[in-house]
């Protein structure tokens, strides 16, 4: 069997590439690796658009030598496009594919027959709208052999919402056609234990320069609000917990685009006070991640983001022997046993958002919609700080839970483990050619509530919510006089979300001073108020009852 892919292959130990950007580029370049090194697949071959003519392109020469160095000098070779077709007629191929390019390998199969080769996609992200065009090829051009692979049990659900969206449109009024004849496979990420494994904890602080005494809390992955997490409510917490422990260091590291959310993440830091225990380390090589997260004590992702489905950092924190401190959201809640390995911050989803975003998504470039969602979905800030405050003060919970995630890891997500799996998969594709597809499905409109909401532990609109001691912080200093609450487009400390006013949020503010308010309860004083309502519990002035 031979794995081919079309997708560039760029990943250089020592330098920092493409490759190192997005979580599913990292998956992708670890999974052709494990099946190399553990006999999933006898070769790898990489297609580009002209191997006659090849100077480059998608496919870096540096990065492939080492993959050969690593994994036999025979095993990966570069091919063309054109050369597929007749690849096809003598040896067995399955092509890796994600949902961008599916389509194209798809129809490029029609004209040599469809049992050329079957597909394996492996979905990284269920993008709204945007991504209408992949699902519709996925309806139109899969067939019963190919497989879809999902990372996370939320990630399936999300898939199986967008495909009944599309097979309703494709209906046209008449009814929904068949859904994807497409099998979905639930198969995680993994982790390479030979490489992402404690490595001295003092050697790798005195590579970064960090005081061997402190206690590191870390946040590794992509440094994107839009994209991936807001970490002002973090940077919050963290404050407050230094404020009891001044041995505190808060070191965030991933890639940021121009260093342009380093500046933000900087000013807020500052302006609580903590800007001297931020320490941010952007775009760094793909073999400093072990020493990252080796000279940490606590790994800790408030993620918000519809973007993400499963989360390759929390395992390989894990791997390395951290507890962990992330979001109860998506495909998190599949890798973290609450209060074993770690532990699972609440999150709430807000379906009136969910329903103005829904009628108007389509229209948005992207991130317009992930940005519109991941504004308005609160992080449990309280339960993130009590959880972090437990670790941070006990040395030996960290150990017993750290050593506990790195046991869990290795038995359940390692390459050598996980990739047993898509062996089996592919092989049951290269021997399965006449799987029928599914019933219709019921009629169904674009519901990002439907698809997304589960994400979260619960609903703002069930909860009443109180304030907390920072919002009356503000509403003392607003009585005083002090402007510390303005607009987005302000110069004050505080600064609110540009789609409210700083008279709405204090209204809010005093009324959760009386007692405890439901959102309905807030409504019917002010009218329409959720989404000040998500971002006050966001940042922490309000508190869920």
């Known amino acids: ?63 492939v030598q080492e993959l050969r160095d690593e994994t036999g000098p025979d095993k990966v070779q570069i091919k063309g496009v054109e050369e597929l077709p007749a690849l096809c007629e003598t040896n067995p191929y399955v092509l890796i594919a994600d949902i961008g390019n599916f389509g194209s390998l798809a129809l490029a199969r029609r004209y040599n027959g469809d049992r050329s080769y079957p597909i394996c996609c492996v979905v990284h992200a269920v993008s709204g709208p945007a991504a209408l065009p992949q699902y519709l090829s996925m309806l139109l051009l899969g067939r019963s052999f190919d497989s879809l692979v999902v990372t996370s049990t939320a990630a399936r659900r999300a898939l199986e919402e967008m495909f009944a969206l599309t097979s309703d449109l494709l209906g046209n009024g008449t009814g929904p056609i068949p859904g994807s004849k497409i099998p979905i496979a639930r198969i995680p990420l993994a982790v390479e234990d030979s490489f992402l494994h404690p490595v001295d904890r003092i050697a790798c602080r005195n590579i970064f320069e960090i005081d061997p005494t402190a206690v590191v809390l870390l946040y590794l992955g992509r440094l994107s609000a839009d994209y991936k997490a807001d970490l002002e409510p973090l940077i919050r917490a963290f404050a407050d917990l230094k404020k009891n422990n001044a041995r ?7 890639w940021d685009a121009q260093d342009s959310y380093r500046n933000t993440l900087e000013n807020i830091a500052r302006s609580v006070g903590v800007g001297n225990s931020l320490r941010i380390i ?39 022997g951290l507890p962990v401190v992330v979001s109860d959201w998506s495909g998190y809640r599949d890798l973290v046993e609450h209060g074993q390995t770690g532990f699972l911050v609440p999150t709430l989803w807000n379906s009136d958002a969910g329903l103005r975003c829904s009628k108007a998504a389509a229209l948005w470039r992207p991130p317009g919609a992930e940005r519109y969602l991941a504004e308005r979905t609160v992080v449990d800030c309280s339960a993130l700080e009590h959880y972090l405050n437990l670790l941070t003060g006990d040395k030996d919970l960290r150990g017993t839970i750290g050593d ?18 898509f062996r089996d998969l592919w092989t049951n594709q290269l021997g399965q050619m006449a799987h ?25 609109d069930r909860k009443k919510v109180s304030i907390a001691p920072a919002g009356l912080h503000l509403l003392t200093s607003a009585s005083a006089g002090l402007p510390l609450l303005t607009s987005a487009s302000g110069g004050q400390a505080v600064r609110g979300p ?48």
């Open 498 to 545: 540009a789609w409210s006013s700083a008279q709405q949020m204090l209204r809010i503010l005093e009324s959760c001073r009386e007692g405890p308010c439901s959102v309905d309860d807030l409504e019917g004083k002010q009218g329409p108020c959720s989404d000040t309502v998500s971002w006050l519990l966001k940042k922490g002035y309000l508190k869920v009852v």
């Open 248 to 254: 505190l260091l808060l070191l965030v590291a991933g």
């Open 282 to 320: 952007s775009n760094f090589p793909y073999f400093a991640k072990p020493l990252l997260y080796s000279a940490s004590d606590v790994f800790v992702s408030p993620v918000d983001n519809i973007q993400e489905t499963f989360g390759l950092s929390v395992l390989e924190a894990m791997a390395c």
């Open 436 to 460: 029928q597809a599914d019933g219709p499905t019921p009629t169904r409109k674009l519901d990002l509530n439907a698809i997304y909401e589960h994400f979260a532990s619960d609903q703002i």
């Open 404 to 421: 506990r995630a790195k046991r869990h890891v290795r038995a359940n997500f390692s390459w050598e483990v996980v990739v047993k799996q």
């Open 1 to 63: 069997m031979i794995l081919g892919q079309t997708s560039p292959y760029t990943r250089r130990r020592s330098v920092f590439t493409a490759a190192d950007c997005w979580g599913a580029a990292v998956a992708h370049h670890d999974l052709l690796k494990a099946a190399l090194r553990y006999g999933a697949v006898d070769d790898v071959h990489l297609f580009t658009e002209s191997a006659s003519t090849y100077t480059g392109g998608g496919v870096d020469l540096k990065a």
